[in-house]
Nanobody
Framework: QVQLVESGGGLVQTGDSLRLSCAASGRTDSPYGIGWFRQAPGKEREFVARISWSGIIRTYYADSVKGRFTISRDGAKKSVYLQMNSLKPEDTAVYHC????????????????????WGQGTQVTVSS
């Protein structure tokens, strides 16, 4: 199993920045990729970004965050980060990181059901 713990959320104003962290433990040799998803009240869980867990760094972003968010990893710390700049009120949500332990094609990496392990989430609130 893989355990994931997110941190770094908070209350910020429009235009501010936040850096979320996702720390992995357990069978950390197993993920192929780590994704960030978010879920706002009354809405479905939404893909934000994904990064390959090892080897060549491959990153993917939702169109809504391209150019504003950056996903990165630190293998030594077994952690993935989400740098969020130019935050908007519509970015308000609970942000979860998730581990994908099976090879996935690009076509499905934005699908929550492709990810087997999830963290408990961290709240990000952006005020206008």
């Amino acid at each position: 199993q893989v355990q994931l713990v997110e941190s770094g959320g908070g209350l910020v104003q429009t235009g501010d920045s936040l850096r979320l962290s996702c720390a992995a433990s357990g069978r950390t040799d197993s993920p192929y990729g780590i994704g960030w998803f978010r879920q706002a009240p009354g809405k479905e869980r939404e893909f934000v970004a994904r990064i390959s867990w090892s080897g060549i760094i491959r990153t993917y972003y939702a169109d809504s965050v391209k150019g504003r968010f950056t996903i990165s990893r630190d293998g030594a710390k077994k952690s993935v980060y989400l740098q969020m700049n130019s935050l908007k009120p519509e970015d308000t949500a609970v942000y979860h990181c998730a581990a994908d332990i099976s090879p996935s094609t690009v076509a499905v990496i934005a699908t929550p059901s492709e990810y087997e392990y999830w963290g408990q989430g961290t709240q990000v609130t952006v005020s206008s």
